[in-house]
């Protein structure tokens, strides 16, 4: 019986397959009067399998060295849990517990399909899009084969969304949320189905895409009801986005255009415009990327312009320059946060260890 048991566990350990990964990033951030930040982040991840079950786990940590940044944008020096949940998966089957990305959108503008993911507005957008995200804290099971996929969730915590002052901090309330979504490929066409209850908001949207060489044109409409509103304010708010990914040698463009219906200080709603355009060129070593965001009706803007080169395969310089623009709400409050402009530099070092 020793023997055996013996043998189980060495053929378990032989078995497992573990992959860790560290980096260390220093940021030094101004805008045109002052400094915005000079801080340390440090960040792991683990993500370890043995046979059909895994384990993953991804967080970083923050030094921020100027204290009234930090205080304004609720920014304290601490220890972020991006990700952390086991997983069991046989074949077609997987199953999930724990905080976990769960994204069924892949627009970066908002309303979209992306109903599970948070938001840390209160870093602005100086980090990568990655550390921007937080993620919720549940169970997600799901069945997917070539051309079909079914996924459920169920969420006990949503993921939070962080605001710098005087933004009013977010005040979410215990209760279980729930979603699915299905996928098929028909045709050559990509399409999706999703419907969630997210606290007290009821979303439901479809999604398409096609598949060409170079460029994968895209298509979601959705609407969103806050059932916390009572009649005669409470309604649909309808949103839908267009969008196409091109992929043209080494550049990379990501252009969008999302239409939808928000609400107004009097209590009424209105259509608004926003455009997005991403694009990046990374031959070799290079890594150039630009991003541009306006909202024509609110009169938001964002741009951003940065160039990374990668010293080594360990250690990556980079810098950026970001401009901030709004006449009112959390663009608003971005411009004043940095005086319109911020003007920075980034050093990253980075390892992995498989074992």
């Not at 710098?164 to 189905?193: Q, W």
């Amino acid at each position: 019986m020793r023997f055996w048991l013996a043998a189980f566990i060495l053929a378990s350990s032989l078995a497992a397959q573990a992959d860790l990964t560290g980096a260390a990033r220093y940021d030094y951030i101004r805008g045109p009067e002052e400094e915005l930040a000079h801080r340390l982040i440090l960040k792991s991840k683990l993500n370890y399998n043995l046979g059909p079950f895994g384990l993953y786990l991804e967080g970083f940590g923050e030094l921020e060295g100027n204290e009234d940044q930090k205080y304004i944008r609720r920014s304290e020096s601490q220890a972020y849990l991006q990700e952390a949940y086991l997983e069991f998966k046989v074949d077609s089957f997987y199953l999930r517990v724990g905080r976990q990305a769960i994204r069924w959108s892949e627009s970066w503008t908002l309303p979209s399909l992306d109903v599970w993911t948070g938001r840390r507005y209160n870093r602005l957008y100086f980090d990568p899009l990655v550390d921007q995200l937080t993620h919720p804290t549940g169970i997600s099971a799901s069945y997917a084969i070539d051309t079909f996929s079914l996924e459920f969730v169920g969420i006990g915590d949503v993921a939070p969304n962080y605001y710098p002052i005087p933004v009013p901090k977010e005040n979410l309330e215990k209760n279980t949320s729930f979603g699915g979504r299905v996928k098929a490929d028909v045709a050559g066409f990509g399409l999706s189905a999703i419907t969630a209850q997210v606290l007290k908001k009821n979303y439901y949207g479809v999604s398409a895409n096609y598949a060409f060489e170079k460029a994968v044109p895209k298509f979601e409409v959705g609407s969103v009801t806050d059932t916390a509103v009572s009649a005669p304010l409470k309604k649909d708010h309808w949103f839908s986005t267009l969008g196409c990914d091109l992929f043209l040698g080494n550049w990379v463009l990501l252009p969008q255009v999302s239409v939808f219906e928000a609400s107004t200080a009097t209590l009424t709603t209105e259509n608004q415009v926003s455009y997005y355009l991403s694009t990046q060129w990374n031959p070799n070593r290079h890594d150039l990327q630009m991003q541009f965001y306006r909202n024509d009706t609110a009169k938001d803007v964002f741009a951003n312009v940065s160039y990374g080169y990668n010293v080594t395969d360990y250690m990556t310089v980079l810098g950026f320059v970001q401009n901030y623009e709004g006449q009112q709400g959390l663009y608003q409050v971005f411009e004043e946060i940095t005086g319109g402009w911020a003007f920075g530099a980034r050093v990253e070092l980075t390892g992995n260890l498989a074992f």
